[in-house]
């Protein structure tokens, strides 16, 4: 039976132009851009990053005797997604983790006020005191 369904003629035909079709759109793959899939990920940790700017300055900025405060986060990559096995879930999204923190602020210079912003953002971003860096605004 199976020599019968090679030998058609019809299945032959059927596939010649799957085999045709695949190779042509791997070749028109050559040609297209497809880097937005990858200014898609960068633009994600701009806005994750801003976000995670925005929400710590705002906790910082209600610590006693901060004042004014300027905030400089790095990131250490870019997020991924992980595939999973044996779960419901496919896959799991890993967000970026921060590299350092450079923290300028009027109180900068009290090193109660540097205690108190250092343990806020230590344990609220779960980084070493070797990754943030406290220092007094200049005016």
């Known amino acids: 039976m199976n020599k019968k369904i090679f030998s058609n003629p019809k299945f032959i035909k059927a596939a010649f132009i799957v085999g045709i079709s695949a190779l042509i759109l791997i070749f028109l793959s050559s040609f297209m851009d497809f880097s937005f899939i990858s200014d898609k990920s960068s633009a994600s ?9 925005e929400k710590l300055l705002e906790i910082i900025s209600q610590i006693d005797g901060v ?3 300027k905030i ?3 990131m250490d ?3 991924e997604n992980v595939y999973l096995t044996n779960t419901e879930t496919k896959t799991k999204s890993i967000e970026p983790t921060v590299r350092g923190v450079v923290i300028v602020c ?3 210079d009290d090193a ?3 205690n108190r912003v250092l343990s806020a953002v230590t344990k609220s971003l779960s980084i070493s005191t070797d990754k943030v860096c406290i220092t007094k605004l200049q005016k």
């Open 45 to 53: 940790v701009e806005e994750y990053s801003k976000e995670l700017n």
């Open 106 to 108: 009027d109180g900068g």
């Open 67 to 69: 004042g004014e405060a």
């Open 112 to 114: 109660i006020v540097v």
């Open 77 to 79: 990559n870019s997020g």
């Open 72 to 74: 400089f986060l790095t």
